[in-house]
């Protein structure tokens, strides 16, 4: 699909000199960090040096006084405690976090993962039922919760007490719970409004441990497990996440726990140490490794069986016991690439013969024998292929379930809401959402639906785009340059990887098809330098006559390291090329 290529705006000169001058880095290095935000020496050194100390205080966030209280008066009296968390990536890593550090405090504390296919997403009656059933009476509710109402008032009318810890978007009432834990509440003070539920729960163990003088480093012994959930749920890296993320990541580098140990073991990440479990690997983990080696394979236990084995896993102690439980997690996590690819190919067929769907601004798709746990990743997939608002359906119960993924500007969240009196439950963000209904209101479903999507994007022309942060001549990539631009990782979404562009480069005769449609080449720029730099094009096979021909063309790119057989050397991964025959 043809790619737009949109060029950030020129910030502040002014305040580019400033930096450019105070930091002494070159021109780029100053726009990159201007355009983040940052314009002052002092916001440089938190950026470029993220401490632990800038994190909020966590009785900052409204009802943490009170949800602290309540665990307190919990264990004071002996009672029992069931940590409650949704089945994906953040939802497990929070109900690890939060059981773990209880348990360490507090005998009596148990956890509970829904059943995506018998309790269905958030809180549950049947999980509810458990609690009572043996004997629980606080509940903590981890990345859901924050709509559940009706079950929220159920767990109140059986003497239950309610802790909500969440991070979505709250509803136009508030659950009736003892304690609300939600930084997007309107009414709540809280400075930093993206943490993950993942970090929520961390809050709240900070809070705990602050109020009773226990050691921090018990608390910031689980920050690995935080990086995680803030690169699996796609949250900005911006703010506390940044500070989060980068203190996981490099406790994960320096020490991972067992769970995570195991897991990076089954995905081959480790292949220089000939498959040896104990670690250290030949290049740093990043964000990026978190969220393609180890999110899929902690959520593919919530997708094919259920979520409460991923948190079996994320509690081992040993590296034995989670070596078991690690491989029964990539077997999941394989079972479900198979069943993804299947209804993947299946939904694309659909699309090439339903004219309905050619023509429509949204993009669709039932069938009931797809599996649950995969519809997610399929409506990623539909979004990348065609580029519009999708949602997945299939048949859970009576019920069908759907999964929504949105493009660049389009707030999918909104769009769901304003169906809402067809719905059965739904919730989510605004590139991210699920949703369900009675089968007789699909059909409505769909054209209201799609007359949102026209409404709201009229004018509009669905393609996607390329932000490139700077246009670069090849020879200005210098070792000096490259370890300034390695600090301002970790990477994600309000921290993008900086994209750049170079102009009227040629291969150097290296180019070649390599793989599944990707191009290896080494790339220089005549005019300018001789110097070739190596390059990969990854599924852009489409490319290679022209490329080969040694024609000039233009590039957009991340400039990273490539690792292979143990030896580290510059790359540039290209995004995207463009020249008159391409």
């Given at each position: 699909m ?7 705006t ?35 050194r ?14 900052l966030?409204k ?22 968390g949704?089945?994906?990536v ?44 043996n ?12 709509k ?11 003497g239950?007490?309610?802790?909500v ?19 997007k ?63 996981g ?73 989670a ?7 990539n077997?999941?996590n ?9 209804a993947?190919?299946?939904?694309l ?22 599996h ?11 979004t ?14 009576d ?10 500007d ?18 989510g963000?605004k ?55 390695k ?24 180019a ?6 990707h ?48 030896k ?7 995004k ?7």
């Amino acid at each position: 699909m043809q790619k737009q290529w949109k060029h950030k705006t020129t910030p502040n000169l002014e305040a580019v000199q400033t930096i450019q001058d105070t930091l002494n880095v070159d021109a780029t290095i100053a726009k990159l960090l201007v355009q983040r935000g940052i314009q002052t020496f002092d916001e440089a050194r938190d950026f470029f040096r993220p401490q632990l100390e800038h994190l909020h205080d966590p009785f900052l966030m409204k009802d943490m006084h009170k949800a602290v209280e309540r665990i307190e008066k919990a264990i004071q009296n002996g009672e029992k405690i069931l940590v409650f968390g949704d089945y994906d990536v953040d939802g497990t890593t929070a109900v690890a976090v939060v059981f773990s550090f209880l348990k360490r405090i507090h005998p009596h504390v148990g956890y509970y993962i829904p059943d995506r296919y018998t309790d269905g997403y958030g809180v549950s009656l049947r999980g509810i039922d458990f609690a009572k059933e043996n004997g629980f009476t606080l509940i903590i509710s981890l990345d859901c919760g924050i709509k559940a109402n009706s079950q929220i008032d159920y767990s109140n009318s059986l003497g239950i007490d309610f802790i909500v810890g969440d991070h979505h978007r709250p509803g136009d009432e508030i659950p009736n719970a003892l304690a609300v834990l939600d930084p997007k509440q309107s009414d709540c003070p809280y400075p930093y409004k993206e943490l993950s539920g993942c970090g929520v729960g961390f809050k709240l163990i900070q809070a705990y441990a602050q109020k009773n003088n226990i050691d921090e480093k018990e608390v910031f012994d689980f920050l690995d497990l935080v990086a995680v959930s803030i690169a699996s749920d796609i949250v900005p890296l911006t703010g506390e996440n940044r500070v989060l993320s980068y203190y996981g990541l490099k406790q994960l580098n320096e020490k991972p726990r067992p769970a995570l140990e195991a897991i990076l073991k089954y995905s081959n990440y480790n292949k220089s140490n000939k498959g040896k479990a104990e670690l250290y690997f030949s290049r740093e983990l990043t964000l990026t490794d978190l969220v393609f080696l180890i999110g899929p394979r902690i959520n593919a236990a919530g997708r094919m069986e259920n979520g409460k084995y991923a948190v079996r896993l994320l509690l081992s102690e040993n590296i034995a016991e989670a070596d078991e439980m690690g491989k029964k997690i990539n077997d999941y996590n394989t079972e479900r690439k198979s069943l993804d690819t299947q209804a993947t190919k299946e939904a694309l067929e659909e699309f090439d013969i339903n004219d309905d769907l050619k023509n429509s601004k949204s993009t669709i798709v039932y069938n009931p024998d797809w599996h649950k746990g995969v519809i997610g990743i399929v409506a990623s997939r539909l979004t990348e292929h065609y580029y519009r608002p999708t949602i997945v359906f299939t048949k859970s119960g009576d019920f069908l379930t759907g999964s929504a993924r949105s493009v660049k500007d389009f707030d999918i969240y909104d769009a769901i809401e304003a169906c809402n009196d067809l719905l059965e439950h739904w919730g989510g963000h605004k590139y991210a959402a699920g949703l369900s209904l009675k089968p007789e209101n699909f059909a409505e479903f769909r054209e209201r639906f799609e007359y949102i999507v026209t409404e709201t994007l009229q004018g509009k022309e669905l393609v996607p785009e390329i932000e490139i942060d700077e246009e670069l001549v090849l020879q200005d990539i210098t070792p000096k340059f490259i370890r300034i631009l390695k600090q301002f990782a970790p990477f994600g979404p309000g921290n993008a990887n900086p994209v750049f562009s170079s102009k009227q480069v040629k291969d150097s005769g290296q180019a070649r098809v390599v793989g599944s449609n990707h191009i290896k080449m080494a790339v220089y720029q005549p005019e300018k330098s001789s110097f070739p730099i190596e390059a990969i094009a990854f599924h852009q096979g489409g490319h290679y006559l022209t490329i080969n021909s040694g024609k000039k063309f233009d590039i957009c790119y991340h400039i990273e390291e490539n690792d292979w057989n143990g030896k580290c050397s510059l790359q540039l991964n290209v995004k995207d090329i463009k020249s008159d025959n391409c």
